[in-house]
């Protein structure tokens, strides 16, 4: 039998996902990208700036995984939140990572 796993790092070489699902992991390195882009966002404009690495990258990975809901409100509307009945039995999220 052979199986394909997909496995998602970060910028920095860590794990950060591991999945038989070819979509998600690309959908979770998209989100990485974003957020890494978010994150130099908030540090170029000094916002938060006594903000920790750990807790900067937890809030960006969040926007970016969340960034339909985060277009809704930045548009004024209200966030369309769902069950989170989707069949990710083939998505195993690292231990330690915001996702």
Request: hydrophobic residues 35%; charged residues 40%; proline residues 3%.
């Amino acid at each position: 039998m052979i199986e394909i796993e997909y496995i998602v790092k970060d910028n920095k070489g860590v794990e950060k996902l591991r999945t038989a699902d070819k979509k998600a992991a690309d959908a979770y390195d998209k989100a990485l990208d974003n957020a890494d882009l978010l994150a130099q966002l908030l540090r170029h404009d000094n916002v938060l700036p006594k903000l920790k690495e750990d807790d900067l990258e937890a809030l960006t990975v969040y926007l970016a995984l969340n960034a339909k809901n985060v277009e809704r409100a930045l548009k004024g509307k209200e966030p369309e939140y769902t069950d989170e009945t989707d069949d990710d039995s083939n998505v195993e999220p690292i231990k330690g990572t915001a996702s």
